[in-house]
């Protein structure tokens, strides 16, 4: 069966400190896969995508980055944190019917 | 920026009503999407309308869409108290390879 698999599922870091978020799939080969950050209360805006391995997009200028390097796995990194990278972050990978399947989350408080 | 924009924000009603959440975006889409989030939790996939279609049922779920109108519509019928949880809109624009969020719908069922 295909799953995803998001951890850890609640972290804090002090400021200045470096992050690493993985993501794991299992189940399925070269998906689309995806982080998205979702701010307290709100939707959920897109950081990075991937299409495949060593294949990285990024939707908005930040302090994050992210990498592939194997075709299931999506990880999420910073050199250093800022305050403002606060937040709940989802991975995803893309279904074949277009439908988005989320992981569990990841709570990122930076102190 | 976020495509679709939930109406309501919030919306609380009494088990065994019916709850209508809209969404409204502002491109032409592919496929307009439905998912739902437990409180601190992934998001969770319940339904894809694909632009050609009007309407798509999923058990106690009905959505509808309307291209002319760029909006869309879920229903939920004989809401339970388990229903409770936030709804969000996503749409897939053209050859875009993810999926835009709007700001979602805090749905409250008071048993």
């Known amino acids: 069966s295909q799953t995803i698999h998001q951890w850890p599922a609640t972290l804090v870091q002090p400021v200045g400190s470096p992050l690493s978020l993985e993501c794991t799939v299992e189940?399925?080969?070269?998906?689309?896969l995806y982080w998205y950050r979702q701010a307290a209360g709100r939707g959920l805006q897109l950081l990075f995508y991937s299409v495949g391995i060593g294949q990285i997009s990024s939707e908005v200028p930040q302090n994050l980055s992210a990498s592939r390097p194997q075709d299931r796995q999506f990880i999420l990194s910073s050199k250093k944190l800022l305050l403002s990278d606060s937040g709940f972050y989802l991975c995803?990978?893309?279904?074949?019917?277009?439908?988005?399947?989320f992981g569990s989350g990841t709570r990122l408080t930076v102190v | 920026s976020q495509q679709g924009e939930e109406d309501p924000q919030a919306l609380s009603i009494q088990e065994g009503e019916n709850a209508t959440m809209n969404c409204s975006y502002k491109?032409?889409?592919?496929?307009l999407q439905w998912y739902r989030q437990n409180s601190g939790r992934g998001l969770v996939h319940l339904i894809l309308i694909r632009s050609n279609e009007r309407e798509k049922h999923s058990g106690r779920l009905r959505v509808t869409l309307d291209t002319s109108k760029k909006s869309s519509s879920l229903l939920i019928t004989a809401s339970r108290a388990a229903d409770t949880a936030s709804y969000f809109c996503a749409t897939h624009q053209g050859s875009a390879r993810q999926l835009t969020f709007g700001s979602g719908t805090q749905l409250t069922v008071l048993p």
């Open positions: 189940g399925t080969s070269n998906p689309n």
């Open positions: 995803a990978w893309r279904t074949a019917n277009y439908g988005y399947t």
């Open positions: 491109t032409s889409i592919n496929n």
